[in-house]
């Protein structure tokens, strides 16, 4: 069951993105959000667009606030810039 998610991943990505995912579904299922981003209803804090398990770019928790932002070059360097 746990290894379902390797089949979608181009295989030089997965050893990589295996072990992303599994600490994201972990971390996003604790703030429960994984369920938004199954619906494709969580949206990237700095281009809106949804917010995929393969296009997640970083998590950001600060003061219970939590930031999501897509893995795009762009919104990595907006986030970076928010400290
Ligand atoms: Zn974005």
């Not at 299922?29 to 949804?50: A, H, M, Q, V, Y």
């Not at 970083?58 to 762009?74: H, Q, R, Y």
């Amino acid at each position: 069951m746990s290894d379902t998610n390797l089949d979608k991943k181009n295989v030089d990505q997965v050893n990589i993105e295996a072990i992303h995912d599994k600490d994201l579904r972990i971390v996003l299922g604790s703030l429960g959000l994984s369920e938004s981003i199954d619906n494709g209803t969580l949206l990237c804090k700095f281009c809106s667009r949804p917010i995929k398990w393969d296009n997640i770019g970083a998590i950001f928790l600060k003061k219970g606030n939590v930031t999501i932002c897509c893995n795009m070059v762009e919104c990595l360097n907006n986030l970076k810039s928010m400290g």
